[in-house]
């Protein structure tokens, strides 16, 4: 199998006389695209509750059958971007993510819940391709030591996807929602957008000239197996958990503001895009605090935030709750990005394969999610919560201790 280049320490300006910034402009529209994409899903959740007339366990199949394909398709992903590279990987996966969204026409036409869960797969075996390209690329395009701080920059310009998708979904899907409606058709004329607009970007990406980093030899041919890392097998860990519980908050707080604040849904949707959006303004102050306070520490520090506003918050009552809930998302803001840095660090040429499995471990949106719903079906939201809020007691630990490579 064919090595993907490993970036040798260079300015984070060039690379051969080619200048990084086209890549990292890509970069940012990828990720403003994948995370409109996945956020829509936190709109799909009601708005599939009402018109299938689902339980909460039923309706968190969205989120399930999105993100258990990163579960299955991370390790092949991981090595189709290792035989085509980066550029045709992330044009492959955004024509296979436009097949998932056209997918939605056909599936409103019918009005076949399971249906949609298929098209939601395919989409996801796209978006799962371009997160296994993009991240290592990302950390690669630069000096490791600022690799931290690049990606979140990338991932706050991309967090205007994830802001805006709420507002999206609450104006053209849940506003459409009536009581007793059996009807997914407000989902068709958004998806069928969303796919001309993929297929704009990856012809645009396909005729882009993007340069890739420099191969490096490792200069230990004794180094360990991609598992022999310690700090890899806990940030395995550690993101499971951390879009475990991102995932689930964001699936599930339309409802809970609803019930705990007493207001209708396509209102109660507007707090997920703050919640989003906290992540975006999060990410962009990360970036410059991640180049003076070494990445473990913010980390921590945000995870005990986290662990202290869900306290808060199932513990209150009306807006206190759902604006407690709501500031999660900026503690969230620089933990995918963080957890990511550390996992990889000292990998060098495995800095590919272990992006495949770390992007396994995303499967964690589907399991943490499933499980919070079946609590919600069973007990309430106070025991519901408690998911969520163990995941960030692991994220802790990691930020104080699992990162260390000994």
């Not at 420099?214 to 097998?233: C, K, M, S, T, W």
Request: charge should be neutral; glycine fraction near 8%; hydrophobic fraction near 55%.
């Amino acid at each position: 199998m064919a090595q993907v280049p490993v970036a040798a320490t260079q300015p984070a300006g060039t690379a051969h006389g080619q200048s990084y910034r086209p890549a990292l402009v890509t970069l940012a529209v990828l990720y403003f695209m994948m995370g409109l994409i996945t956020c829509l899903n936190d709109t799909l959740v009601p708005f599939f509750k009402s018109s299938f007339q689902l339980n909460y366990t039923q309706s968190a199949l969205v989120q399930f059958y999105f993100f258990v394909t990163y579960g299955v398709m991370s390790i092949p992903a991981g090595v189709i971007v290792s035989k085509f590279g980066f550029k045709q990987s992330m044009v492959a996966g955004f024509a296979i993510a436009a097949v998932g969204t056209f997918l939605f026409f056909p599936a409103s036409l019918m009005h076949q819940y399971y249906l949609f869960l298929a098209a939601l797969f395919i989409l996801a075996i796209g978006i799962v391709l371009l997160q296994v390209a993009a991240n290592p690329y990302i950390t690669l395009l630069g000096p490791p030591e600022t690799a931290s701080s690049r990606f979140n920059l990338i991932q706050a310009l991309g967090s205007l996807g994830t802001t805006v998708a709420p507002l999206l979904g609450a104006s053209y899907i849940l506003s459409e929602v009536r009581d007793g409606m059996q009807s997914s058709e407000a989902v068709r004329l958004p998806y069928l957008c969303i796919t001309a607009l993929v297929i704009v970007i990856a012809f645009v990406i396909s005729q882009l000239k993007l340069p890739s980093p420099v191969l490096q030899a490792p200069d230990n041919e004794e180094q360990p197996g991609i598992f022999g890392f310690r700090n890899l097998r806990f940030g395995l860990v550690a993101l499971f958990c951390y879009v475990g519980a991102e995932v689930s908050i964001g699936s599930f707080l339309t409802n809970y503001i609803a019930d705990t604040a007493g207001i209708v849904e396509n209102e109660a949707v507007t707090y997920v895009a703050l919640y989003w959006g906290s992540m975006l303004v999060g990410r962009f102050i990360g970036a410059g605090v991640l180049k003076i306070v070494r990445a473990p520490q913010v980390l921590s520090v945000c995870a005990i935030a986290a662990v202290v506003l869900i306290v808060v918050s199932v513990t209150g009552a009306g807006m206190l709750a759902a604006w407690t809930m709501v500031a999660v998302g900026l503690c969230n803001s620089i933990m995918f990005a963080t957890i990511f840095s550390l996992s990889v660090a000292g990998l060098e040429e495995h800095a590919t394969r272990a992006s495949g499995w770390l992007s396994t471990a995303i499967v964690g949106g589907a399991v943490i999610s499933f499980l919070q719903g079946v609590l919600i079906d069973h007990f309430n939201w106070q025991v519901a919560f408690m998911l969520p809020l163990l995941c960030y007691v692991f994220i802790l630990f990691f930020g104080m201790n699992g990162y260390k490579t000994k």
